[in-house]
């Protein structure tokens, strides 16, 4: 998994991340960082011109031959796209800069001098083709960097999380942990959860057994604006590798990698009726997927359906007959939770995993579907300006999440071998956002919903004090031999 520090320190009170520094702690706590890449490297000597004029080239009728403002004086650039008018920003790679593994240099272009070059998006490696120059925003500044500009002088993490802890594939997860190791307040929006939730019965979730959906949260918006996704937006997709596609897909993929849940949106005009169905498959039922293939299911299968057909595999991949086009109007967004070990059977019978089925698979809390719903409405009013007060609609089977543990400060000096003191390991256990209470040499813990899965023996927070303490610190002793 990928994460971009400039994302994460939206969720930390620091003032700088020092990228080897999080790197070296991540991975001594238990979360490997197998690569630290420093985004804006890649964007030496590419910085924001204005094109003042522009006119064809002498010897050419297919280029136009360019005089491009950088701040510190005009440059003279032959270009072959015509996609640009004057006074457009431009990205422009100057003599030294290396784009797409090719290094640029001043040389004649069919007899004109060309001192640099005007870059698509393709060329900056943020789109897999384009049509053109890349425009940018009148706010850029002539003459500045063009990494910084927009948002691209950043630094991405290589991670290597474990099975067990499915709060650390996303951005907030990350945060959390950094925000533990390094002493920074962590800082997450609040939600007010009950004041649209099920306001209203235009819409009905059916949920046949909850045992394999505890919870489906929806949310449908209505004349959604036809706009692409803000370069923002696309920049931090691309750079945790994921496609941008459309404004609602690619703000369902922000909020998964954000929060952890995944969101699906369908096309609400092509659903059957006002309701939707989690049901078992049919046994031999089929569906053609996003990704155009016909799926054969068993009845063990978990689909999404409205009351005519299966519009989804459940936690998998959505069906092509609701899938997200640009003639949609409004979109009913689906946030559930699917019990991961049914998720990942049919994951695997069906030879298809997804973003969303990594991380239903490994047990994700029930508790994010509305909040990671209110991510996504925040966001579409940030990228398009478009505010909601629509009903929420939540069907949740409401089950114990609340474990106690009882953990004594003479254990953890027992395992780790080594005393440490009860008040620290409250300490270490709060910054963990586990909140806790001294009882004489006891701490009593209460663990959150969403270490729920992975924290349940004592023995699990003796580990979480090791890996905080840091394993470094401990001392080296042999281990007794029994005769």
């Known amino acids: 998994m990928k994460v971009t520090l400039n994302w994460i320190s939206e969720f930390l009170d620091a003032k700088k991340l020092e990228p080897e520094n999080i790197a070296n702690s991540l991975t001594m706590s238990g979360t490997e960082v197998k690569k630290v890449e ?18 064809p080239s002498p010897d050419s009728n297919r280029l136009l031959l360019c005089k491009v403002d950088i701040g510190s004086g005009k440059l003279s650039i032959v ?26 240099k001043k040389n004649k272009i069919r007899g004109q001098i060309s001192e640099g070059m005007m870059c698509s ?20 500044e002539i003459g500045s960097s063009f990494s910084k500009s927009v948002g691209l002088d950043d630094v991405v993490l290589e991670l290597e999380v474990t099975p067990n802890r499915p709060d650390c594939l996303s951005i907030i997860g990350i945060a959390r942990e950094i925000s533990a190791l390094i002493g920074a307040e962590f800082i997450i929006s609040e939600y007010d959860f009950q004041k649209r939730l099920n306001i209203d019965s235009k819409f009905e979730i059916e949920i046949e057994d909850h045992n394999l959906c505890p919870r489906y949260s929806a949310e449908i918006f209505r004349n959604i604006p036809k706009i692409k996704s803000p370069q923002w937006l696309r920049n931090r997709l691309i750079l945790c590798d994921v496609r941008p596609i459309n404004l609602i897909v690619d703000l369902t993929n922000y909020v998964m990698l954000e929060t952890g849940q995944p969101l699906h949106a369908f096309d609400k005009d092509m659903l059957y009726s006002n309701k939707i169905i989690v049901r078992r498959a049919r046994k031999g039922e089929k569906i053609k997927t996003i990704d155009n293939s016909i799926r054969i299911l068993d009845d063990d299968a978990l689909v999404i359906a409205d009351e005519d057909k299966a519009v989804a595999i459940a936690g998998i991949m959505g069906g092509k007959n ?26 695997k019978k069906i030879g298809l995993r997804s973003e969303a089925s990594n991380r239903f698979e490994k047990k994700i809390d ?7 719903i209110r991510k996504f409405e ?3 009013e940030k990228a398009a300006n478009f505010k909601t007060e629509e009903c929420i609609y939540d069907s ?3 089950v114990e999440r609340e474990r106690k543990i009882n953990l004594r400060a003479g254990k953890v000096g027992q395992v780790l071998g080594k005393d440490i003191d009860a008040g620290l390991i409250a300490g270490i256990l709060t910054n963990l956002k586990i909140s806790n209470r001294i009882k004489g040499n006891i701490i009593e813990a209460e ?30 002793i042999p281990i007794p031999i029994s005769d």
């Open 396 to 398: 949740f089977k409401k």
């Open 38 to 55: 420093y985004i804006s490297d890649k964007y030496k000597n590419i910085i924001i011109g204005k094109v003042v004029d522009f006119s």
């Open 79 to 104: 270009c072959g796209a015509k996609n640009f008018k004057k006074e457009d920003k431009v990205a422009v790679a100057l003599p030294g800069a290396k784009v797409k593994g090719a290094t640029i």
């Open 378 to 380: 925040d966001l579409l």
């Open 447 to 476: 663990v959150p919903s969403f270490r729920y899965e992975d924290l349940q023996r004592e023995i699990d927070l003796v580990e979480e004090v090791a890996r905080m303490y840091g394993y470094d610190r401990l001392d080296s």
């Open 366 to 372: 029930p508790m994010l579907t509305v909040f990671a």
């Open 322 to 347: 609701t899938e997200i086009s640009e003639d949609m109007k409004n979109i009913l967004l689906e946030s559930a939770n699917f019990y991961g070990p049914s998720i990942l059977r049919t994951s």
């Open 121 to 140: 998006e393709m060329e900056l490696g943020l789109s897999p083709e384009s049509e053109g120059i890349m425009i940018l925003g009148s706010s850029c």
